[in-house]
């Protein structure tokens, strides 16, 4: 009986040893779209340190990406209104799986793994009924369910740091695959965050006070301890300046933070995307359209530093600081090299 024992831990060790993980990849700490000088779209690892350890290609533009808990393997989204998402085989470079958005539906370029790896929830635009919904899927591309993001416009999905929840940036904005990209409600736009269990039920929702509802929330970073960053961009009067970044709580009230108004008006509304650095107490966005990247103080909310870079979007917290991508192929934080390469609007960590 002992020595079956020990057979049967054996072969167990040696089924958990050979299944491929992350380093067979070559070990990247994040994800991100491109687009090479000859127009092909892909999706590569990114080091630390802003080197390329692997690229596999997309069908077509992508946006953002979820990346397994566990195995090397990457879900590409289509950018918004894009309808396929797939699953590639980081080691590989072969797409393995397939998802494609039901009929009167289109993802919006973001999603979340469960903590196990076995389900993927989804942001997507039931455009008939201007309702944002939560695909639920496997990793073979069959669709298991789907739940109301409550709201309109579900863009970012994060799970949280539980395990058990889902935060849900609904953006506000209607839009329809027969207008292209035109928003179809900006005076009624209503953006909110919703904490969902990974069953869909409500167990909080929060909005900005009435005179911001033009302020679409539209991206997430969610810290080790729970903390939501979220970055908004402005769809009402660019004089406004208004603030563009903000962080709350499961339960709580957010809290927005805005820039002097000369650095401010610089961001020209948009906020692409955002990090959160814990160890730090520090939390970043990035605008393309001002080429600008602003750094602020979780505690005070005031604003450290400002980051010059062309086309600038993708940020995440690297070691002690952000690393950060641009359009240009740039890609910047402790270290500074350029790739020939488009990158697109996010970086995802692994």
Known sequence: MNSRRH???????????????????????????????????????????????????????????????????????ARRPGRFAVVLDCVTGNEIARFDAPEGR????????????TRLYTAEN??????????????DGKRLGEFDSHGTGPHDIRLMPDGQTLVVANGGIETHPDAGRTKLNIPLMEPSLAFLTLEGALLDQQRLERSLHKNSIRHLAVGPDGTVAFAMQWQGDLSKDPPLIGVTRQGGTPRLFTAPPEQAARMQGYAGSVALLADTQEVA???????????FDLGSGALKRTIDMVDVCGVAASGTGFLLTSGTGEVRGETHVTHDLHWDNHLVPI
């Open 7 to 77: 057979f049967l831990a054996g072969l167990l060790a040696a089924t958990a040893c050979s299944r491929p993980t992350w380093a067979e990849a070559g070990s990247p700490a994040f994800l991100s779209a491109a687009m090479t000088r000859d127009g092909r779209y892909q999706l590569c690892g990114l080091s630390a340190a802003g080197q390329i350890t692997f690229a596999c290609p997309l069908p077509d533009r992508g946006h953002a990406a979820a990346a397994h808990p566990e195995q090397p393997l990457a879900v590409g989204f």
């Open 126 to 139: 039931d455009y008939a009924a201007a309702r944002g919904v939560i695909g639920v899927w496997s990793l």
């Open 106 to 117: 289109h993802f919006y370029g973001h999603g979340a793994f469960s903590p196990d790896g």
């Open 285 to 295: 966005i990035t605008s393309p359209r001002g080429g600008l990247a602003q750094v």
